[in-house]
């Protein structure tokens, strides 16, 4: 860590809805603030817990800065909500760049409607459903998901555990 980052802090994980997560204090949001250039949008930090590295991004929730916390990097630090770890965070310019799946891309290029309604879809839909299709090990399930988006896009089918989209672009279909 930079000899510029404020000391590591102790916070307590806490939980909103499901997420659990710890407030970063002022100290470390100025500092993440400078080094980032920017106070809004989401930060791309590198955090250590109980000296346990990893990536995450620091985001803005109800007007209040939050680092969550999922369930691996609570496991492998060894901690739950309600206990309380030792934190340090420093910015990570490490290009998180996400690529669409080049079968991916060709069937969006190919089916102009699924393409429109995908390009009108939230980034975080967007980015879940490339990651999904990434993720895959085999061409014949990277083959068969792709069909399952196109399909999912259109309105037609399940996919990643949510019903089809449903778009005034397909609902005359």
Avoid at 67 to 75: A, F, G, H, I
Avoid at 124 to 131: F, G, K, M, T, V
Wanted: aromatic share 10%; proline share 5%; hydrophobic share 40%.
């Amino acid at each position: 860590m930079d000899n510029k980052n404020p000391l590591s802090f102790t916070a307590e994980i806490k939980i909103i809805g499901i997420n659990p997560f710890v407030f970063v204090p002022e100290a470390y949001l100025s500092y993440l603030f400078e080094q980032a250039g920017k106070e809004k949008g989401k930060i791309p930090v590198r955090i250590k817990i109980d000296g346990h590295e990893f990536k995450q991004t620091l985001v803005k929730y109800a007007g209040a800065w939050r680092l969550y916390l999922n369930t691996p990097m609570r496991k492998t630090a060894g901690k739950e909500v309600g206990a309380k770890a030792l934190f340090e965070i420093e910015l990570d310019n490490e290009d998180r760049t996400i690529t669409v799946h080049p079968k991916f891309l060709e069937a969006l290029t190919k089916n102009i409607v699924a393409k429109a309604i995908f390009d009108q879809q939230p980034p975080y839909l967007q980015l879940e459903i490339i990651r999904y299709i990434n993720h895959l090990k085999t061409e014949e399930s990277i083959d068969r998901n792709v069909k399952k988006a196109i399909q999912f896009l259109l309105g037609k089918e399940r996919f990643i555990g949510r019903e089809g989209i449903k778009s005034s672009t397909n609902a005359n279909d």
